[in-house]
């Protein structure tokens, strides 16, 4: 799997373009905007999109999800339906965040923990990552090692859980509970700001490192039958 790594919107929103090396096709995960580039990166690297995933449904992720499903005619995969308050509100966020007009959407498929999506002859685990909203989910690619996790987990931080129907206590268990079991090894790429690993961030994020909190220890030896 091939990834390119778009930064879009004022926000610096990484869109994630992904492409099945075997097939040439491809999904698109958060086009919050700036469409005219994400199509661009479509067209240099020959990838014929098939869908567009979505990890949450905040303006930067979400704000480009219908016009870019209308303009390629593909279906849209995620979030998790407890983000659908977030969705019907996209045309408030963009005139409260000052971005261009932004319809809501309803996803052909909603995701939940468990769920797998598909492109080409790629498939990638989605879990339910709840805590920065509440239908916010992940996409981990197993053979490549790799996690999109939108707002929840970022190089030396976490997701902010001041917004509606946010929790900080959530987010933490979703992180230790549910991404840590995943893997040291994993290379994550966070909705803003420089990739990292799992396991670094074990070792050094002052939020969920494992001498802040020593749930994550806990949590991934439970997952991994330690």
Known sequence: MQVAILPVTPFQQNCSILKCEETGRGAVVDPGGDLDRIEAVL??????LEKILVTHAHIDHAGGVAELAGRMQVPIEGPHPEDKFWIDALADQSRMFGFPPSEPFTPQRWLGQGDVV?????SMDVLH???????????????????????????????????????FDTLINSICGRLWPLGDDVTFIP??????????ERLSNPFVGDTVTGLGRKAGARRLGA
């Open 191 to 200: 909705g803003h700001g420089p990739t990292s690993t799992f396991g670094a």
């Open 129 to 167: 990552c709840p805590g920065h909203t509440p239908g916010h989910v992940v996409f981990h690619q197993r053979a490549a090692r790799l996690a999109i996790v939108g707002d929840v987990l970022f190089r030396g931080s976490i997701g902010r859980t001041d917004f509606p129907r946010g929790d």
């Open 43 to 48: 067209q240099e690297r020959g990838i014929v």
């Open 118 to 122: 598909r492109f080409g002859n790629v």
